[in-house]
């Protein structure tokens, strides 16, 4: 099992930026895949980027394409999420996930370890 905190949420104007950190212990080495989800209040839980640990791919949703950017550092067992151009309907918590698996995957049944999640609240 891995353990995964995320930290950086806030709030901020619409058109700043923020970036969200997940620090992963335990059981790293069986994660492949990390992933940023977010649920916006009243709505299902979203798939909004992954990142695989050893080759660097990334997969983002068509929503934050472009504005968004994961990266990783090995070195820290932390998995980041830059997220600039923010808007309001970017407000959500957001968690950060790991999957165990050599495939991408958007779907939140495809992770195993979630974070408590962190709150982003982006005002207009």
């Known amino acids: 099992q891995v353990q995964l905190v995320e930290s950086g949420g806030g709030l901020v104007q619409a058109g700043g930026s923020l970036r969200l950190s997940c620090a992963a212990s335990g059981r790293t080495f069986s994660a492949d895949y990390m992933g940023w989800f977010r649920r916006a209040p009243g709505k299902e839980r979203e798939f909004v980027a992954e990142?695989?640990?050893?080759?660097?791919?990334?997969l983002y949703a068509d929503s934050v394409k472009g504005r968004f950017i994961i990266s990783r550092d090995n070195a820290k067992n932390t998995v980041y999420l830059k997220m600039n151009s923010l808007k309001p309907e970017d407000t959500a918590v957001y968690y950060c996930?790991?999957?165990?698996?050599?495939?991408?995957?958007?779907?939140?049944?495809?992770?195993?370890?979630w974070g408590q999640g962190t709150q982003v609240t982006v005002s207009s």
């Open positions: 996930a790991a999957k165990v698996g050599p495939y991408e995957a958007t779907s939140p049944a495809d992770f195993t370890s």
């Open positions: 990142l695989s640990w050893s080759g660097g791919t990334t």
